[in-house]
């Protein structure tokens, strides 16, 4: 919170303004999300209509049409952010908007990863074996989640961690200036006090 406050101090904008920036950050980056879903929602679509297709056990059919469905999901909450916008355009609610929208889209990206692991198991499942099929899918869920919640974190505990560091580095400044400055005054007060006792006026 101490970092992100001095992030703020540091761009002196007011709540409106960090607002929009926020929004406008939010929605590039939903533009490159929205991209992913969907071309992995086209090629599951395309699945159905492919000669193989009716050979598919149970099982395979059901891991495809909950991933079609957790596809469809991702886009539906990607998609939010702007419908969400929309609705409430000149109501005065941005900053509740952001809000809103940055939560959604985390949820989007939880359900994309399980779309994907999804998409990774029905794929290596029918092109090779259940088991290889299964880790493929675990793998990719690992990854997703590495990359998307796990490299996150470390990475704000680290900003985290050089903004305390930056901040004992300018208390520690501060006292010994300060400490400087009496001992500058000690030494001008002894040196008044020599003058003085020997009766002669300083040159």
Same mark, same amino acid.
């Not at 099982?59 to 957790?70: G, H, I, K």
């Not at 005065?92 to 359900?111: N, T």
């Not at 050089?162 to 006292?175: A, I, M, P």
């Given at each position: 919170?101490?970092?992100?406050?001095?992030?703020?101090?540091?761009?002196?904008? *007011?709540?409106?303004? $960090?607002?929009?920036?926020?929004?406008?950050?939010?929605?590039?980056?939903?533009?490159? *999300?929205?991209?992913?879903?969907?071309?992995?929602?086209?090629?599951?679509? #395309? !699945?159905?209509? *492919?000669? $193989?297709?009716?050979?598919?056990?149970?099982?395979?059919? #059901? *891991?495809?049409?909950?991933?079609?469905?957790?596809?469809?999901?991702?886009?539906?909450?990607?998609?939010?952010?702007?419908?969400?916008?929309?609705?409430?355009?000149?109501?005065?609610?941005?900053?509740?908007?952001?809000?809103?929208?940055?939560?959604?889209?985390?949820?989007?990206?939880?359900?994309?990863?399980?779309?994907?692991?999804?998409?990774? !198991?029905?794929?290596?499942?029918?092109?090779?074996?259940?088991?290889?099929?299964?880790?493929?899918?675990?793998?990719? !869920?690992?990854?997703?989640?590495? !990359?998307?919640?796990?490299?996150?974190?470390?990475?704000?505990?680290?900003?985290?961690?050089?903004?305390?560091?930056?901040?004992?580095?300018?208390?520690?400044?501060?006292?010994?200036?300060?400490?400087?400055?009496?001992?500058?005054?000690?030494?001008?007060?002894?040196?008044?006090?020599?003058?003085?006792?020997?009766?002669?006026?300083?040159?």
């Amino acid at each position: 919170m101490a970092a992100e406050r001095h992030h703020h101090e540091e761009r002196n904008e *007011t709540r409106l303004e $960090r607002a929009d920036r926020n929004f406008s950050e939010l929605l590039q980056e939903l533009r490159v *999300t929205q991209t992913g879903v969907q071309i992995l929602f086209a090629f599951l679509l #395309t !699945l159905a209509f *492919t000669p $193989r297709f009716p050979s598919l056990d149970a099982v395979q059919r #059901t *891991t495809y049409v909950v991933t079609l469905l957790l596809a469809v999901l991702a886009a539906a909450l990607f998609t939010a952010p702007a419908a969400l916008h929309r609705r409430l355009f000149r109501r005065g609610a941005k900053p509740q908007v952001v809000e809103a929208s940055s939560r959604v889209a985390q949820i989007g990206l939880a359900v994309l990863a399980l779309a994907l692991s999804g998409s990774m !198991l029905l794929v290596v499942d029918v092109a090779v074996d259940r088991a290889e099929g299964i880790a493929a899918g675990a793998v990719t !869920l690992v990854v997703c989640t590495g !990359l998307w919640e796990v490299m996150p974190y470390l990475v704000k505990r680290a900003a985290d961690r050089s903004s305390s560091s930056d901040g004992d580095d300018s208390d520690d400044t501060n006292g010994r200036d300060g400490g400087s400055e009496e001992d500058d005054g000690a030494d001008a007060d002894g040196t008044a006090g020599a003058d003085g006792g020997s009766g002669k006026d300083p040159v």
